[in-house]
């Protein structure tokens, strides 16, 4: 293995120009879950008989964490390689472990659609602008290029929302909470018909309130850091008022007692999935999937109608090519293949990521998208008009340690170990610790 | 009783692999299995990336190998920590014992920089080599020798003018053959079960063991229970096989070592 | 082989295995035995020592060396000398951890002994079929992957569907645990799934012990008029007491090194670190925080925490045997 690589490398060097149709080519993915296509990797090979892609999943942290970060230190590394966003503050922080795909020229591809000697400059604007950002680091590099887009929004049962007396179609539904604030006393005036035995029962309006936090986050312009040039960021958490939005707002739906307290992909989130234990879950486009799967016998029960404050987001997937890549160009060449709308659009339709590629939100294909088991809700156009909304936001390297200081902290208020104002200075002092040297 | 017990997790591994999802989140759940197993199990070796004949190969490959070779050398560095006397013994056994409390997580990063100068990332042998000795074995082995084997014994043989290889191999050997089994079967069973090391020396599919497998497997996000138990328990079955078959010979080998040790 | 008695022997040089009781000074001198013996044990424990200087060493080094910086594998490193090690002894987390991993291993160790001791004396005494299969079967949680198990225990464990708290509702002792926010309900989670691991193996230790008790003991005090009772308290139990000691040692290390359950369960050791143990401290610090340095120092507070344990049911155990041998 290690030997017909070698090969390939001294190969590839000796032709300076783009690697001719016959020259075979292996490139090392690292990715988790299908972020990498089956059926697209099958098309590729089509293309290109003489590329095999050789793809190694794993468990995201330990790929985006500890497998990057020893094969950076030790200088090697896949040829692509999925960062997911949730470690995007990390990795913008050390651009010098990519490739700047501001520096790759595609090769061309007639037969595929996609025109030569592109940069990643010029394929910007086929993308959704602040999940572009998401894969630029701190000095402008571009890093990765998105995969797809969480998005976020509201998928509510419509029938337990009946029997509470609120609106069932989802146009009203959107209207009964513009803010967040409406949110909540929706969710107190579900939990009020609630009878006792369901109380008891542990029935609830929303899974969890804590995943209001994060959705508020998203809708903002700055989360922890600001961009000041260098590799750390400015800490800005202290005093970004979105931060404290975020929380108070949490606290407040916590208080109010209107989650359930199940956290989510426990196997008591799932049975409570079945069992109608909660009427409402803040959903990316892609947990759509996972709740026919894991709940098929509440299919057309389900709805979706947008979330309080227009849009949100929630995971989400870049491409990049870490810097010691050993076939950067094959690499690259499949990389804008894999990201052009085209296939952006396919994986959309025969998997349900929701696409990155924001020139395809005019696409009749999205726009006409309707899903039975959600009543047949156009959520191509749902989730393309929500994820409009959002703003570009700087993230910074310890982006993770401090949403989980900030998570741990939401948990204990939620389990009722200490007040908010107590939890919060212990939040201060967590990341305190996690950011200082 | 304690069969149940024991037992329990494993066959619900198995109900749950044979389950659909809708079944699995039921609660009370079915604690029968479904009739969906082979479905799964057939899910769980076409899987993309999942080569699961190769991956059990791997996996053995690696695990006995890594037996043998921490048996052979504990044994031989055990005896001379026990019988064989030498300048710095004693400090030196209390040292490699004093590393085995160190965490191994430590060690991922300059373990792996170590293992790609020797050029051998994706390779079965970087599972193997940084693997071959252990404190932990070395440790083992001179406790059950220390034990088990007589002074006496030892000073008859010499007496009688064997030398140390020889009194190594035709007196010592034999008779911790079975606690030096067992030693095996423990070494074999980290490396079946181990999964972060593996995950980051290997690179190509075929070269996967089966936790690695196994991660192939995965979904984006969230948990697909029944695919997930599906492989576990496919990945454990192979050993509860070869459990039947040599199952009295460890066991004997478990309550040997225990007694003397 | 010649076999020369106790008296006569003692008489000659001593030979290379002089047995412990009778010298504790090192070696007198033995000319020609005595330097080929010398040259014997380097040449045994070479092998072992060249591969465990480069592959086990290596790693203590680099971890030795970086608790003395602030260190980013990516980026630029800073000396700060002792400052890794005052932060962390004043550092409330650590000392949670501690707690802890104290709690879980604690939980995990003393009840899985007495009920390994309990149950292989159940075995020793019942006359049943197949007991090898029986013994076998005791081994089998030992071979499941960990992960694959704590997947099964937090399904097991949950708080509004699990089949435990549906068992404790029944039984009228309680409901709704919230096995995962609470301090000691979680560590009685993790320390479930340990103590399921390993307690069959334990159990095939101890009741090998009981067997190797000859029964001459057991004839002689029910003769006595001893009760089973009486014959487990005053026959069994003292000669178990070297296998105890060993069991004790074995599962304190591994138990105060506890890593995957906990990290499975909750990556960040739960809202309040309630089941964040060392180990779990140590990685999150190197790979959430980035704080590599800080990790190496955690490391090696953990390699003295465990070495002082040890060395303390060493001694303990040395006690016990050196009162109890009859």
Redesign the interface.
């Known amino acids: 293995m290690v030997a017909s690589l070698a090969a390939v490398a001294i190969g590839a060097a000796a032709f300076s120009a783009p690697a001719k149709a016959a020259d075979p080519v292996t490139i090392t993915i690292w990715t988790f879950g299908d972020v990498i296509q089956r059926n697209l990797v099958a098309e590729y090979k089509a293309l290109h008989p003489e590329v095999s892609l050789q793809i190694k999943k794993s468990d995201l942290d330990p790929l985006d964490g500890t497998n990057m970060v020893t094969a950076c230190t030790a200088n090697t590394g896949p040829d692509i390689v999925a960062t997911e966003v949730s470690y995007s503050g990390y990795w913008r922080s050390y651009p010098k472990c990519f490739q700047d795909l501001r520096q790759m020229k595609t090769t061309g591809e007639s037969t595929a659609g996609i025109p030569a000697g592109q940069t990643a400059n010029d394929i910007q604007k086929n993308y959704l602008a602040w999940r572009w950002a998401q894969g630029v680091a701190f000095n402008g590099s571009v890093i990765g290029i998105p995969t797809d887009v969480g998005g976020l929004e509201v998928a509510y049962r419509s029938d337990l929302f009946k029997k509470a007396g609120l609106p069932t179609d989802r146009a009203a539904v959107a209207k009964l909470w513009p803010t967040w604030d409406a949110f909540i006393a929706a969710g107190q005036k579900y939990d009020a018909k609630l009878s006792a035995a369901d109380k008891k029962a542990g029935k609830g309006f929303i899974d969890n309130a804590g995943t209001i936090y994060a959705a508020i986050m998203n809708q903002g312009t700055a989360k922890y850091y600001a961009n000041d040039g260098t590799e750390s960021g400015k800490l800005i958490y202290a005093t970004n008022p979105q931060v404290k939005l975020a929380w108070d707002t949490t606290i407040k739906a916590t208080k109010a007692g209107i989650g359930t307290r199940i956290g989510q992909y426990t196997s008591d989130w799932n049975i409570g999935m079945n069992k109608g234990t909660f009427a409402t879950i803040l959903a990316p486009a892609w947990m759509m999937d996972y709740i026919k799967a894991q709940a098929p016998d509440t299919a057309g029960k389900w709805d979706i109608a947008s979330i309080p404050g227009g849009g949100g987001n929630q995971g989400g997937t870049q491409l990049g090519i870490p810097s010691y890549a050993q076939n950067k160009q094959a690499a690259y060449d499949f990389l804008t293949w894999y990201l052009a709308p085209a296939q952006e659009l396919k994986v959309f339709k025969s998997y349900g990521l929701f696409p990155a590629a924001s020139v395809l939100y005019n696409d009749p294909a999205l726009v006409n998208f309707k899903d039975p088991f959600f009543n047949n809700a156009p959520v191509g156009q749902i989730y393309a008009a929500g994820v409009q909304k959002l703003k570009p936001i700087f993230e910074g390297k310890l982006q993770r340690a401090i949403d989980t200081a900030i998570g741990a902290g939401l948990g204990r208020v939620a389990a009722k170990k200490q007040t908010s104002e107590k939890s919060w200075s212990d939040v201060l002092i967590a990341i305190q610790k996690a950011v200082s040297n | 009783m304690i069969v149940f017990l024991s037992i329990f997790p494993f066959y619900w591994m198995f109900v749950v692999a044979s389950n659909t999802n809708a079944e699995i989140s039921k609660s009370p759940p079915s604690l029968i299995p479904g009739g969906r197993f082979l479905i799964v199990a057939r899910k769980v070796l076409s899987a993309q990336g999942v080569y699961f004949n190769s991956a059990l190969l791997n996996t053995f490959i690696v695990g006995i190998s890594i037996a043998v070779a921490q048996v052979i050398f504990s044994a031989i560095a055990g005896f001379a920590f026990a019988k064989l006397d030498f300048k710095g013994r004693k400090g030196l056994i209390l040292f490699v014992i004093g590393t085995m409390m160190l965490p191994s997580q430590l060690g991922i990063i300059p373990l792996f920089l170590l293992v790609k100068n020797l050029h051998m990332i994706d390779t079965l042998y970087g599972l193997i080599v940084p693997a071959l000795v252990t404190a932990f074995g070395v440790f083992w082995m001179r406790q059950i020798i220390d034990a088990q084997i007589p002074n006496e014994l030892l000073e008859a043989a010499s007496i009688d003018g064997a030398s140390v290889p020889r009194i190594f191999f035709k007196i010592v050997l034999p008779i911790v053959r079975q606690s030096g089994f067992v030693l095996g079967l423990f070494a074999f069973l980290a490396a079946w079960n181990d999964y972060l090391w593996p995950t980051i020396v290997l690179q190509s599919p075929r070269h996967f063991t089966l936790q690695v497998a196994l991660t192939q497997l995965k979904p984006m996000y969230g948990l697909d229970y029944g695919l997930q138990m599906g492989g576990a328990f496919l990945a454990t079955a192979p050993l509860l096989i070869l459990f039947i078959f040599v199952g009295r010979k460890l066991v004997t080998g478990v309550m040997d070592g225990a007694v003397k040790g | 082989?010649?076999?020369?008695n106790e008296r006569e022997?003692s008489k000659?040089p001593l030979?290379?295995?002089?047995?412990?009781k009778t010298s504790d000074k090192?070696?007198a001198a033995f000319p020609g035995?005595?330097s080929?013996?010398?040259r014997?044990?380097?040449l045994?424990?070479a092998?072992?020592?060249i591969?465990?200087v480069?592959?086990?060493?290596?790693?203590?080094i680099?971890?030795v060396y970086i608790s003395f910086f602030?260190w980013d594998?990516?980026?630029t490193s800073?000396f700060?000398g002792l400052r890794n090690f005052n932060l962390l002894l004043h550092?409330s987390?650590l000392w949670l951890a501690l707690r802890n991993t104290f709690s879980i291993w604690a939980l995990s160790t003393f009840p899985q002994m007495f009920m390994a001791i309990g149950?292989a004396n159940l075995l020793r005494n019942t006359r049943l079929r197949g007991k090898?299969?029986?013994?076998?079967?005791?081994?089998?949680?030992?071979?499941?992957?960990?992960?694959?198990?704590t997947?099964?225990?937090?399904?097991?464990f949950?708080?509004?569907?699990?089949?435990i708290n549906?068992f404790l509702g029944w039984a009228g002792l309680g409901h709704?645990i919230?096995f995962?926010?609470g301090v000691i309900p979680s560590h009685v989670q993790i320390a479930t799934m340990i103590t399921?691991r390993w307690i069959?193996?334990n159990t095939?230790?101890?009741?090998?012990?009981m067997?190797?008790i000859p029964n001459e003991l057991f004839e002689s005090s029910s003769v006595d008029g001893a009760s089973k009772w009486q014959q487990f308290r005053f026959v069994t139990l003292p000669q178990l007491k070297n296998?105890i000691t060993?069991v004790l040692i074995v599962g304190t290390?591994g138990g105060?090194?506890v890593?995957a359950e906990p990290q499975q369960l909750a990556?960040?050791g739960?809202?309040?670190?309630q089941f964040l143990t060392?180990?779990l401290f140590?990685?999150n610090q190197?790979?959430?925080?980035?704080k590599?340095g800080y990790?190496?120092a955690i490391?090696?507070f953990?390699?003295f925490i465990?070495?002082i344990i040890?060395a303390v049911n060493f001694v303990i155990s040395r006690k016990i045997s050196n009162d109890g041998t009859r």
């Open positions: 082989m010649a076999v020369l022997r000659k030979s290379p295995w002089k047995s412990k090192k070696a035995v005595k080929l013996n010398g014997w044990g380097y045994y424990v092998p072992f020592v591969m465990f480069v592959f086990g060493l290596a790693p203590v680099y971890s602030h594998p990516l980026g800073t700060t550092d987390d149950l090898s299969f029986f013994r076998t079967i005791l081994l089998v949680p030992n071979i499941t992957s960990v992960i694959a198990i997947i099964v225990f937090s399904q097991l949950g708080r509004d569907f699990g089949i549906d709704h919230d995962i926010e399921w069959g193996y095939l230790i101890f009741l090998a012990s067997l190797a296998t060993f290390i105060l090194q890593f990556a960040d739960g809202s309040s670190k060392l180990t140590l990685y190197a790979f959430v925080n980035n590599y990790a190496a490391g090696i953990i390699t465990v070495l040890s």
